[in-house]
Structures are given as C-alpha cells and as structure tokens.
C-alpha cells in the first residue's frame, strides 16, 4: 500500500511538473514566459504564478500584457490553448480593467466607454460583466480577450518573469559595501606606504 502511495505522488508531481513548458523569452521587452496547462480559477492561477518556480533575478507573476507584439508571443506560447488566464480584472471598479499582477500591478489599462489607456485587444463586444465577468482571460486559438467569471474552466496561465528591481535598501547596502570596501582600501594603502 505504500508502495501504491509513493507511485501516487511521485506520478502526480510529475505530471504537474510536466505541465509547464520551456521559459521562452520575448526581445521585445526581455521579459520571459512560460506557459502552465492548468484549469485553474482565477485567482488560483494568479497565486500560482506568483508561487512559480523561480529564476535568479527575475519576479514571477500572472501575465500582464503591455503591447501588440507582446500579445502575438503571449498567444503563440499557449499553443493555440483555449481559454488562458491573464492578470486583468475590473472587479474592484467595475468597468475599470487594471493589472493585479507584476510591475503594472494597479495600472488601468482600459476604462470601458473612455478614453484610450493602454493596450487591450477585446473581441467584438467585449468585455460585456455578462454573468459578473470580471476577469480577464484570452482567447489564445481566436486571438481575442475575453471578460469571464473566474471559475470559468480554463486552459492554463502564462508565467511572465521580469527583472526584479531592487528596493532603495538594497542600493543602500550596495552603497555602503562600496563604501567599507574603499576605506579598507585606503587604509591598507597607507599601511603599505
């Protein structure tokens, strides 16, 4: 029986471990992705990828997509998958589409009736809250976006990987470390001289 367990667990690790594709990286903003076959709801997917793992120097997050070009690689990465989640969601304004994730985390990118605010790239009639759709998902084999409910069944996520920016303690540090390295220096000059 425990033999049965282990072959258990060790099939189900792998076959989620198998789920997530090769990081490809996009030149146009030399962030890198990765795709996740998963019905995940949501708000699952945006926990999962904050959770992925992780790779030096770089923030993992819930897609957030920022430009037409960004949007083609996006899409031609899910494989055609139907259904994929990205981090946009009007659910705390409705009608204000912002990202809940990554470096654009609270940025709007579209206000529904507005002005232009940043890229979107909504089928025909989209987004419509039919049924509270608040969250944002794309239609990676029609290449549109789509507005759903989040435990709508999905295809999967995208993974993005950006450069992690260093809080201003870090420079701190650098700064001072510099600083102590100079003076052990200069000390050591004067000794020798």
Known sequence: MKTLLKIAAITTALAAASQAQAV??????GHKYAFVAANLSWQDALAA????TPIAGYNAY???ITSAGE?????????GALYVWAAGTDAPAEGTWTWAAGPEAGQTFYVLGGP??????????EP?????ENYL???ANAGDWN???????????VVEYSLAVPEPADWALFVAGFGLIGAALRRNSRAIA
């Open 62 to 64: 819930l897609v957030t």
């Open 49 to 52: 990828a904050a959770a992925a």
């Open 147 to 157: 507005d759903i409910f989040s435990t709508f069944p999905s295809g999967g996520y």
């Open 116 to 125: 232009v605010v940043g890229y979107s790239h909504w089928d025909a009639g």
């Open 24 to 29: 490809s990286t996009y030149a146009g903003n």
């Open 128 to 132: 419509n809250n039919a049924s509270t």
């Open 71 to 79: 949007d083609s690689f996006v899409k031609a990465l899910t494989g």
């Open 137 to 139: 998902h794309l239609k």
